[in-house]
């Protein structure tokens, strides 16, 4: 924490407003699933598509041959978000062209997640119930694929009534076929302008002035510039890789940083003392 005291101090207030005043808003790949499991690293929402059932070999190779092009831009501390953005935009959509030539199967893909390794944080119950006993939104905002994301929550029992998508959608036709990919693109440094770009849901949320979001990349802190009225927010960045070298920016940046950690505790922990009311 950069700032223990100014923590505690967004908390408190988060605390007395209650969660009636409070929206969620969290990133999904490495965020809310895991980064790692016994050393192991786990698959992202795209790489889960890496599956005999839906692609070939040759679709893996240059999948991953981007991966270790671009990747590295990603999470290069030297480079600035203005720099990393053709790049990203580059490597999304060339994953995307290579999808859509393999002809995905849309009825396949509840088996490929199934048989992926792909985990949620441990606690990911806890938090996910927990928002919804207090009726409090939770808002995923991710650059990987919608699709999939969903079917890891729905086979994990968590995808309730509360949890809205913002994310890359699968376009299939008729036959249930992969043709293209819905509305516009999002990566992992455009969240703001997608943000913008559903004003509409937020202003739904506008009673709700106080966020708590959650992020893995420096990228994720502008999910939450679609709220027009912010009054308090405390943001969560969850630090899992190239550590040393990022570090710094991590805790200019987000209000608590956690560094590989692999579990929901410190968000659950939060957000149970946020709603829960303040004894009088």
């Known amino acids: 924490m950069r700032d223990r005291s100014r923590v505690e101090e967004t908390i408190q207030a988060m605390q007395r407003a209650g969660p ?59 480079r600035t978000v203005e720099e990393k953005l053709p790049h990203m935009v580059e490597w999304w959509t060339s994953v995307h062209e290579l999808l859509i030539q393999q002809k995905i199967r849309r009825d396949l893909l509840a088996q490929a997640v199934k048989q992926s390794s792909a985990m949620l944080r441990e606690g990911y119950k806890v938090f996910f119930d927990r928002l919804q006993e207090q009726q409090v939104p939770l808002l995923i905002f991710s650059a990987g694929l919608g699709d999939i994301l969903e079917e890891v929550i729905r086979q994990n029992h968590v995808f309730h009534p509360n949890v809205h998508v913002i994310s890359n959608y699968m376009d299939f036709d008729q036959s249930g076929v992969l043709r293209a990919f819905k509305g516009q693109l999002i990566h992992t ?11 509409a849901h937020f202003r739904e949320l506008k009673e709700r002035p106080n966020v708590l979001l959650l992020g893995d990349s420096l990228g994720d802190l502008t999910m939450a510039d679609g709220v027009a009225h912010t009054q308090h927010a405390l943001t969560i960045g969850f630090l899992n890789d190239q550590v040393e070298e990022r570090k710094e920016s991590y805790v200019n940046s987000y209000d608590i940083v956690l560094v590989k950690d692999e579990t929901m505790d410190i968000p659950n922990a939060i957000l149970n003392y946020i709603t829960t009311a303040p004894a009088k």
């Open 20 to 78: 009636d005043a409070l929206q969620v808003i969290s990133d999904f790949d490495m965020t809310l699933s895991r980064f790692a499991h016994n050393g192991k690293r786990c698959p992202t929402t795209h790489n889960i598509l890496d599956n005999d059932l839906l692609i070939n070999d040759a679709c893996k190779k240059m999948i991953r041959e981007l991966l270790n092009t671009y990747y590295p831009i990603e999470i290069d501390a030297t």
């Open 189 to 199: 440094f455009n969240k703001r302008e997608c943000a913008l770009l559903h004003a």
